[in-house]
């Protein structure tokens, strides 16, 4: 029995267990908060 051919998402997937990558969703939440900061947006002055 031939095995299917994997996926581009199987093949990241193997690749970041096999680099010992935080699975870890709510972790993985809180790196990103810390990095995508980005300032409030100016206020439009109202007319």
Do not use: V
Not at 5 to 14: E, G, I, L, S, V
Not at 27 to 44: G, M
């Amino acid at each position: 029995m031939a095995d299917e051919p994997k996926t581009q998402a199987d093949k990241f997937a193997d690749l970041a267990r096999e680099l010992e990558c935080d699975e870890d969703e709510e972790a993985f939440d809180e790196r990103l908060r810390k990095l995508a900061k980005a300032p409030p947006a100016p206020k439009k002055p109202e007319e």
